[in-house]
């Protein structure tokens, strides 16, 4: 049997096709403009790795805000309960997840078998997100993927005070004038969205083990700010990109309900 997860999201969309309880395949990709052609295309995408069409699949879970506009997806889950799902897979001692999107901040605490027991997300303020990330590197002129290496080549981080991303933009260009470097800057930036970050977490309660999803958990700074201001290491996804980690609990759930809804059903008999 095959399945696939559709995932999505603000910034960027994905998916995972697994087949025997491992990925078959997996594609990333930044947004169209609407969410129906972003689930067409990076489904294609994956599909194409692999040389399968959409009519090899046997059921497709959609998740992340554009979840309930994807046609072709047989159901769909919230991104809570995939992310969830997806990291617990990846390492079931897993209880806890730090979620961080394009535009929204969740930690989301799960049971010993990947299900959703709690969870706290941001409010529409896009600050401690991936856009939030993206603002700061325009203004310094930046590519977003080189914020966390410049960061961790910081001599002396630089405080950033604002959590609202136009004050802090116009914050940062103030700083720039003021002669100091992209690095200490980056790092200040890191440190205020660990802190941030931080305060939504003990809210929850963190619970061991703990891993970063989402495509902020690319930035290496972020994830060792948030560990210092945590005062705890958090594991590894291993070879898993934490960006897919949505799709991957999509298309886990997938194979859940395919399975659930083709379970031969107990007959009940009768003595009489």
Known sequence: MIFAGCDVGSLTGEAVILKDNR???QQIMRVRPRPVQTAQ?????????????????????????????????????SEISCHGRGAHWVNPNVRTIVDIGGQDLKVIRVDKFGYMVDFIMNDKCAAGTGRFLEGM???????LEELGPIALAATEPVGITKTCTVLAQFDVMCLLTDGHEKADLSAGIALAMAERIAKMSKRVGIRSEVVMT????????????????????????????P???????????????????????RSVSSNG
Not at 137 to 143: D, R
Not at 214 to 241: C, P, R, T, W, Y
């Open 23 to 25: 990925i078959l395949a």
């Open 41 to 77: 295309e990076v489904m294609d995408q994956a599909l194409a790795q692999v040389g399968l069409t959409f009519k090899d699949i046997d059921h497709c879970v959609s998740t992340g805000y554009g979840r309930d506009k994807i046609p072709f997806a047989d159901s769909s889950i």
């Open 137 to 143: 590197a325009k203004v310094m002129g930046l590519a």
């Open 214 to 241: 989402g495509g902020v958990a690319k930035n290496q700074a972020v994830v060792k700010s948030l560990q210092e201001v945590l005062g705890m290491e958090f594991s590894d996804l291993k070879d898993i990109d």
């Open 243 to 265: 960006q897919i980690v949505g799709a991957l609990g999509a298309a886990l759930f997938a194979a859940e309900r395919f399975e659930r809804r083709n379970k031969p059903s």
